[in-house]
């Protein structure tokens, strides 16, 4: 059968669409949000191919209307994990062996489904489920998901096209492997397009996978296992689970067949998870891979040469869409003394002017943070402030969980660099704000680096280009993601590959080839074309 070297389409990025009033967009998601709002959507696990439903149900509401049910899933027993496990890994045979091009075909449906007929499902669900604003969800669930499978695809064919040289004596080339055994995803709550793409990447490259949704996004990762079987991902391939994550997690882990974890979540489980890998390695037939995103203490810091509405509108920006639940989410702020009136002024006009309430109501920017624990956690952090001599509440500080989980805008300023709020992760639309002498930049610079443990996003704002290399350098450690003149949130797959250093993480970049790579075992072969028959080399001559 006659076979070639395929190019795939080229990599574009999703146009973003503007659902502004009137617009088909608009009409198409609002009819999906209300039909999903009033339905009762069960959510059954998927395990070679089945839906799998035990009887042990949770329910499932929106964050913004948490005494309205919108649906249940079903939870898994040990036995379920095992048969996932032993499902993926008889999968495997088949899939390691399916040739590359056919396994891109399957993704790139995926992303035109996304694209075309499930958008308004995708998008409405992850309103639904996260409590994500209409562009929220626009950029997110829809068109970062749709970049990662495009880009994915591409740079899967960019990594096989790398190969060593040859010479006339012998043929060198390199076969990129999956995993041996089946990998393990763990997916958070605050990215649709995160919880798909951790399994379908490594999928792509030919592993089979158990994946562990967040229990606050299965609603919406009902939609991703509807695309990725119509898609024709085959059974087997990538199986869900839901339940108890310790659980989950033992039975994955005892087994000798593990051989990789894509972890997007908390530091601290992280860490943990890392460590029980360690205590289990001798168990394993092959060193798993560990690649994890974890937090981030995000940073903007002002020269005292910046625009302040650019510093007001990056703090605006980067602090409370999706009500600062982004890891990337700015939540500590360096302003100058010469810029802060203006600043303040700014960013205390466009808080008062935000809308908060359901993302039914596209006017809304501010809608719930995502459970309880998270609204009970940031209202201590609140109060707090409240009562703290080195800390005042410029604008915010309220909160209310009769209805949703709804936590007003917050901006903190304080006068210790070392504030709790400026140290620790909250994960919420809060963001906390230390003015500084204008002309003790480089001290707050590394003041910056020196303060969080994390190092995933941070931004510079200045017009001074010797301001900008200066934070470029001292703050190189500090963020694996950088920006200059911008909030620090909103990479781009393709352009901004993501991920940070330190406390957040491995660094293997998500949304590049990098972190690809992980996700295959290379194997050399030479081959000879004339064997030696002698094994006296010219030096033993006499």
Not at 266 to 293: A, C, D, M
């Amino acid at each position: 059968m006659g076979k070639g070297f395929f190019n795939v389409p080229v990599a574009i990025n999703e146009p973003v669409k503007s659902y502004a009033l009137g617009s088909p967009e608009r009409e198409a998601v609002a009819k999906a949000y209300k039909t999903m709002f009033n339905s009762k959507t069960e959510v059954p696990m998927y395990i070679n191919g089945k839906a799998i439903k035990t009887g042990n149900t949770r329910t499932m509401s929106p964050p913004h209307d948490h005494q309205h049910i919108v649906g249940e899933y079903h939870l898994a027993e040990q036995s379920h994990v095992d048969e996932a496990i032993s499902t993926a890994l008889e999968a495997r045979k088949s899939w390691s062996q399916l040739p590359w091009e056919q396994r891109a075909g399957i993704f790139l449906k995926a992303a035109e489904l996304i694209a075309g007929p499930y958008r308004a499902k995708i998008n409405a669900a992850t309103m639904i489920a996260q409590s994500k604003t209409v562009h929220q969800a626009e950029i997110d669930a829809a068109c970062e998901l749709i970049d990662f499978l495009r880009f994915n695809v591409q740079f899967m064919t960019d990594i096989y096209h790398e190969q060593p040289e040859s010479t006339s004596d012998a043929w060198n080339r390199l076969e990129y492997r999956p995993l041996e055994g089946f990998t393990y995803a763990v997916t958070p709550f605050n990215f649709t397009a995160i919880a798909a793409n951790l399994p379908a990447c490594m999928a792509m490259m030919g592993n089979v996978v158990v994946w562990k949704p967040s229990d606050s996004q299965i609603f919406s990762a009902k939609v991703i296992m509807d695309v990725f079987k119509e898609a024709g991902v085959p059974d087997g391939v990538i199986n869900v689970v839901f339940g108890d994550p310790v659980m989950i997690t033992n039975t994955v882990m005892a087994s000798p067949d593990f051989s990789g974890l894509h972890f997007t979540g908390s530091t601290f489980i992280f860490k943990e998870l890392w460590k029980q890998i360690g205590n289990n390695i001798h168990n394993y037939k092959t060193y798993p891979r560990i690649v994890g995103e974890t937090g981030g203490k995000d940073f903007i810091i002002a020269h005292k040469s910046a625009n302040a509405k650019q510093v007001a509108t990056s703090i605006s920006r980067g602090a409370f869409e999706f009500q600062g639940q982004k890891c990337s989410a700015a939540s500590r702020a360096y302003v100058p003394s010469n810029l802060w009136p203006e600043v303040k002024a700014s960013v205390v006009e466009d808080v008062k002017s935000f809308k908060m309430g359901s993302p039914e109501d596209m006017g809304n920017f501010i809608t719930a943070v995502i459970h309880e624990g998270s609204f009970d956690k940031l209202a201590k952090y609140l109060d707090a402030a409240k009562s703290d001599a080195d800390a005042e509440i410029i604008v915010g500080g309220g909160y209310d969980k009769s209805k949703g989980y709804f936590i007003e805008p917050t901006v903190i300023v304080t006068s210790n660099p070392k504030y709790t709020t400026m140290c620790t992760e909250l994960f919420g639309p809060v963001i906390t704000i230390y003015v500084y002498d204008e002309n003790a930049y480089t001290e707050t610079l590394k003041l910056v680096d020196q303060t969080s443990e994390y190092a995933l996003t941070g931004a510079i704002l200045s017009t001074d280009r010797y301001a900008i290399q200066e934070a470029t350098n001292i703050l190189q450690n500090a963020a694996g993601n950088f920006y200059i003149n911008d909030k620090p949130t909103g990479a781009v797959v393709g352009q901004q590959p993501f991920g940070g250093a330190r406390a957040s993480g491995t660094n293997d970049k998500a949304g590049s080839a990098l972190n690809l790579l992980r996700w295959v075992s290379p194997r050399m072969i030479k081959e000879t074309f004339v064997t030696p028959t002698d094994y006296r080399y010219p030096f033993l001559g006499e």
